[in-house]
């Protein structure tokens, strides 16, 4: 199993750019979350999908879209890029919403100039 | 809001036990307390959770407070690979999602 994948490692993008983060897992987890981390601090919860058809926003979801069509795949979209968003994005993924152990994806560092 | 409170570093030296301690002092009857793990450069790794008991697994042991609002990880004998920045972290029942803190960097000495 590859576990959970994210692409791109790196990006960097200009102010009101629009771009799609992927994330995807070949466990047939239910259950896929995105996360920020900004420096120095723990992760925030954007966005989180129960299931294939299912998604529901998180603490920090203002600017970010996501969509869950397949179990397998969960891609999260900026809509019109910010400085703010400078962060690393972390993908995870468990068997269900009530599940002991989340795996996490390597990240994606992304910069907003 | 229920959250954890951690040292921002710790350092230990190879092959001696590591006690990592965590405050909750808000926490609920029924919140999980998990911990986690990042290595420089990656994801988090999940290492252990309880709820009232002390647990012990082969990664590490839990020891939490009677009265639940602290626990403690224990790495029993810390290797170099164990250098990375453990997160206690509190599981909400009502939705299952987990409140992450700021963690403490753990520094492994040779």
């Known amino acids: 199993n590859a576990g959970v994948t994210q692409t791109p490692k790196f990006q960097v993008l200009k102010t009101g750019q629009s771009m799609t983060l992927q994330c995807a897992q070949d466990?047939?987890?239910?259950?896929m979350s995105w996360y920020r981390q900004d420096p120095g601090m723990g992760l925030r919860l954007i966005h989180y999908?129960?299931?294939?058809?299912?998604?529901d926003q998180g603490e920090v979801p203002n600017g970010y879209n996501v969509s869950r069509s397949t179990t397998e795949d969960f891609p999260l979209r900026l809509l019109s890029a910010a400085p703010s968003q400078t962060s690393v994005y972390f993908c995870?993924?468990?068997?269900?919403?009530?599940?002991?152990?989340?795996?996490f994806g390597p990240g994606t560092r992304l910069t907003v100039l | 809001d229920a959250k954890t409170t951690q040292p921002n570093s710790m350092e230990s030296n190879e092959e001696e036990p590591v006690h990592l301690p965590c405050n909750h002092s808000?926490?609920?009857?029924?919140?999980?307390i998990h911990w986690y793990r990042q290595l420089p450069s990656q994801g988090p790794e999940y290492v252990i959770h309880?709820?009232?008991?002390?647990v012990n697994n082969r990664m590490a042991s839990l020891a939490i407070a009677e009265d639940r609002k602290s626990s403690t990880l224990i790495l029993h004998r810390a290797t170099l690979r164990d250098a990375a920045v453990y997160y206690c972290?509190?599981?909400?029942?009502?939705?299952?999602?987990?409140?992450w803190g700021a963690g403490t960097k753990l520094i492994i000495k040779p």
């Open positions: 309880g709820l009232t008991s002390n």
């Open positions: 466990m047939n987890h239910e259950y």
């Open positions: 999908s129960v299931g294939a058809g299912i998604t």
């Open positions: 972290i509190l599981r909400r029942d009502s939705n299952y999602q987990l409140i």
């Open positions: 808000t926490i609920s009857g029924t919140d999980y």
């Open positions: 995870a993924s468990s068997y269900s919403d009530h599940s002991d152990t989340q795996y």
